[in-house]
């Protein structure tokens, strides 16, 4: 038997319960992990609330990553007692996923947790940081250099802003970090790095499809019309890195600033990025990261608590990562 968190619908209300299972309750797949931790994210949130269509199959088990040791294995590439981390591939969403002591997945969708890594560490970076190293190295391809000029951060305060600002400091870009709390918030992100912190009021107004040149890079966790603004302000020859859709599907831009200043968007999606560059990625983001990150960049929960920081969380409540101890 194990615990797990599982997400039920009774009339279209998602409820959300503390469960014993058995192990043959799992779902099918080669490996076999004990579950160490996983992390709330803004899109587990949505999932566990119900306030999104995160999740169509029920019961369902959230969490988008974990980090955890096999236990058993059918593939040749791991074995029992072997440290692993899986993040994205639709696990808490359409497969069950990390808010559970016990998770069987795929091969394909694990990778090797690297020598200097921890448990709690990885799930600290999960699939937010993971992203946010994706953005990062996206930039960096299209040739955006710290000599370049600033470069904007969406959503700064939440999982993947908060990391992208940490690792574009620490590579010596000029980081400006839009959130909707600046008060609340500046001195959490001056302190991860960030030069200047703005409101995103300033990015969600209606812009003209140019405006004056500012930046040389971003990295939109957002979406909508802070995208759609953002790209407006963008330098000639600049790139956007875009991750996240928290404001919604909608892009209300025109092709200006693609064709007049040679702006270049970038589509991040760490779910299908191929394992060789999963690897590489989380090689970099850990020599980047420094240690201080761990210490602030957010907090530890316990399986219990999830419900309850779920609904913080959607409504905007809770800062940088949160860690689901298990």
Not at 142 to 155: F, Q, R, W
Not at 158 to 174: F, I, Q, W
Not at 212 to 233: C, M, S, Y
């Amino acid at each position: 038997m194990f615990k797990a968190l599982v997400l039920t619908q009774e009339d279209r209300v998602t409820l959300a319960n503390i469960c014993q299972l058995p192990e043959t309750d799992l779902p099918e797949g080669e490996v076999l992990v004990d579950v160490a931790c996983s992390s709330l994210n803004y899109k587990d949130g949505l999932a566990v609330t119900g306030t999104g269509r995160i999740i169509r199959n029920f019961p369902m088990v959230p969490g988008i990553d974990f980090a955890g040791v096999v236990s058993e294995s059918a593939d040749p590439r791991y074995k029992a007692g072997d440290r692993v981390i899986l993040t994205g591939w639709g696990v808490g969403e359409n497969h069950w996923g990390g808010m559970a002591e016990k998770a069987r997945v795929n091969a394909d969708w694990l990778v090797p947790m690297p020598e200097a890594c921890s448990a709690d560490k990885a799930m600290m970076i999960g699939t937010a940081g993971l992203t946010a190293m994706l953005c990062v190295q996206a930039l960096q391809n299209a040739n955006i250099k710290p000599e370049s000029g600033d470069i904007l951060v969406t959503g700064a305060s939440g999982g993947v802003g908060s990391v992208a600002v940490t690792l574009l400091s620490r590579l010596g870009y000029k980081v400006v970090a839009s959130t909707g709390r600046a008060d609340e918030n500046a001195d959490l992100l001056r302190s991860l790095g960030a030069s200047e912190v703005m409101e995103r009021s300033e990015l969600e107004q209606d812009a003209r499809p140019l405006e004056k040149q500012r930046w040389a890079g971003i990295v939109d966790t957002v979406g909508n019309k802070v995208l759609a603004t953002a790209l407006a302000q963008m330098q000639y020859g600049g790139a956007a890195a875009i991750c996240g859709l928290a404001g919604g599907f909608a892009l209300p831009t025109t092709v200006m600033p693609f064709i007049l200043r040679g702006v270049s968007l970038l589509g991040v999606d760490s779910v299908s990025c191929p394992f060789e560059k999963r690897q590489a990625a989380w090689e970099q983001v850990l020599e980047l990261l420094p240690d201080s990150y761990y210490q602030q960049a957010g907090q530890t929960i316990s399986l219990d608590q999830v419900p309850e920081f779920a609904d913080k969380i959607v409504k905007g409540q809770v800062t940088g990562r949160v860690l689901v101890k298990l």
